[in-house]
């Protein structure tokens, strides 16, 4: 089955300095999204990437699907960044995700 | 904004017992997903079902069955509890239409199993 390895496992910022995450799985995947999960546990999604480069706000992901991996990248972070990045590839309507990295911005 | 809910929040059982985890979405959506969480595994697939009255089995679904009477109802259903069943449960919906899918979860359900 598809096995999915993020990198760092967790990654402490000051704030205002910027963070590389990364993504790397082992099965062709139809898409990849990334997701957060907030220290109180929920979840939410923050953008999807098949392929090439896109940007949400101070998100940037770039997924090279052939090679299969991706990054994303968090800009300029703030606090209220703190918590687990996630990314999971999909195949056939499944989602299979990473155990994340874990991130602590300090003020 | 897509709405998944679920109920309980958390529950505590005792082993050999029977669980019944719950999930409503009021979206319309065709996908709908069990997803148990643990420390060290990240999310886990158990069951997921992409129409009414259908369930699909997931990446870990021993000990789990799953029922999806109607398009918004979603149950995740634990015949004998045991302590491996500890975790944390999250439901989430989705709709694969081709284009920028996102997948919604629920707030999630923190089950205990004594």
């Known amino acids: 089955g598809q096995q999915v390895q993020q990198s760092p496992a967790s990654l402490v910022l000051q704030e205002g300095e910027n963070a590389e995450l990364q993504c790397n799985f082992s099965?062709?995947?139809?898409?990849l999204q990334w997701f957060y999960q907030s220290p109180g546990g929920s979840l939410v999604s923050l953008l999807s990437n098949p392929s090439g480069t896109k940007h949400t706000g101070r998100l940037t992901s770039t997924t090279v699907t052939k090679e299969r991996r991706s990054s994303l990248h968090i800009s300029s972070s703030q606090t209220t960044d703190s918590g687990t990045y996630l990314c999971a590839p999909y195949m056939g309507y499944k989602l299979t995700f990473g155990t994340g990295t874990s991130l602590l911005v300090d003020p | 904004e897509a709405a998944v809910t679920q109920s309980p929040r958390s529950k505590v059982a005792v082993t050999g017992g029977k669980v019944t985890l719950s999930c409503h979405q009021t979206n319309n959506h065709d996908y709908m997903y069990w997803y148990r969480q643990d420390t060290g595994h990240g999310l886990r697939l158990i069951h997921y079902s992409y129409v009414a009255d259908s369930t699909e089995k997931g990446d870990i679904p021993d000990g789990y069955k799953a029922s999806r009477p109607s398009q918004e109802n979603f149950s995740l259903i634990l015949e004998l509890a045991s302590l491996s069943q500890t975790a944390v449960y999250f439901c989430a919906s989705s709709d694969w239409t081709g284009g920028d899918e996102r997948l919604f979860f629920g707030h999630g359900t923190k089950l205990s199993v004594l």
């Open positions: 099965s062709t995947a139809t898409q």
